[in-house]
């Protein structure tokens, strides 16, 4: 399912949406998301686009968002040769989006985790073309891109790296710059007032492997301020061992709002002060 939160509302709660029929809702398997406003047409129109693994496929389906309905409408489905493993989506256009293939292999997974081989990639996609735009990353996970546009930010997440990379008019991309980590980053959320990174990350990728044993998967999120400058930020903001919260993949801020996600745990909703940034 995918859920509708409204963050002004301080008693919200998550609202699922429904699907138009012509979509087989019954195999829907989301992994990554990503959202693109079209004003094209002089009307604004919200597509919505969503890794799916149905049956342990991997494609992209695209959905026009009707909000006041709590509606996505079934737009198209995107599959391809070079997206066999797709984590994770950043989108651009109404039918555009770089994407991360974490795996080469489902096969080799535990290999790869335990020695990582930098040879997962980062796709540009538009209108059923796609090419390789960044390669030889220990594990591609994250993908999002500056308010501005000029640059892509990807989360290298076995290397413990995020790499800030620039965007060409053509929309290949160059590595600028590698902002080391303390931990294993997993999505990347940007604040569109101040660029800074939000990104749900984990301690240690072998107790969320081997879940289930006497170790709790444990949770951390750190933010990235100026990353696009001669010299970012990073400061933890949430650390747990997994007695509160297990396994963060993602965090998201609005305001005062900050959303912290997991891979399967759940969902906390915190309150944080607005501080000004200077970068």
């Known amino acids: 399912k995918i859920y509708f939160l409204d963050l002004n509302d301080d008693a919200g709660v998550p609202v699922p949406f429904n699907f138009s029929p012509d979509f087989h809702s019954m195999t829907f398997n989301p992994h990554g998301i990503s959202y693109f406003i079209d004003h094209t047409d002089g009307a604004e129109k919200i597509f919505l686009f969503v890794v799916n693994h149905p049956n342990h496929d991997s494609q992209v389906d695209i959905f026009q968002v009707d909000l006041e309905s709590k509606l996505l409408i079934f737009e198209k489905t995107v599959q391809h040769d070079l997206?066999?493993?797709?984590?994770n989506i950043a989108a651009v256009g109404v039918d555009a989006f770089y994407a991360t293939n974490y795996l080469t292999s489902e096969e080799t997974l535990l290999l790869t985790l335990a020695l990582p081989m930098n040879d997962t990639n980062?796709?540009?996609?538009?209108?059923?073309?796609?090419?390789?735009?960044?390669?030889?990353?220990?594990?591609?996970?994250?993908?999002?891109?500056?308010?501005?546009?000029?640059?892509?930010?990807?989360?290298?997440?076995?290397?413990?790296?995020?790499?800030?990379?620039?965007?060409?008019?053509?929309?290949?991309?160059?590595?600028?710059?590698?902002i080391k980590l303390h931990v294993l980053p997993d999505n990347i959320e940007v604040d569109r007032k101040t660029g800074s990174l939000w990104i749900g990350c984990l301690p240690s990728i072998w107790p969320l492997v081997?879940?289930?044993?006497?170790?709790?998967?444990?949770?951390?999120?750190?933010?990235?301020?100026?990353?696009?400058?001669?010299?970012?930020?990073?400061?933890?903001?949430?650390?747990?061992?997994?007695?509160?919260?297990?396994?963060?993949?993602?965090?998201?801020?609005?305001?005062?709002?900050?959303?912290?996600?997991?891979?399967?745990?759940?969902?906390?909703?915190?309150?944080?002060?607005?501080?000004?940034?200077?970068?």
């Not at 220990?138 to 500056?146: E, R, V």
């Not at 501005?148 to 989360?155: F, I, N, Q, S, W």
């Open 83 to 87: 997206l066999p493993h797709i984590n």
């Open 122 to 178: 980062v796709i540009f996609y538009n209108y059923n073309k796609a090419s390789v735009v960044a390669r030889d990353l220990g594990m591609a996970n994250g993908i999002n891109l500056s308010p501005d546009g000029r640059h892509v930010y990807v989360a290298d997440t076995l290397n413990k790296e995020v790499k800030v990379m620039n965007r060409k008019e053509d929309n290949s991309l160059s590595l600028e710059k590698v």
């Open 210 to 279: 081997f879940y289930g044993t006497k170790h709790s998967p444990g949770s951390e999120v750190v933010r990235i301020d100026c990353p696009s400058s001669a010299k970012p930020i990073v400061t933890t903001i949430y650390s747990n061992n997994g007695s509160e919260l297990q396994s963060s993949s993602v965090a998201a801020r609005h305001e005062s709002h900050l959303l912290i996600g997991t891979v399967f745990h759940r969902m906390m909703r915190c309150t944080l002060p607005i501080i000004p940034l200077e970068c």
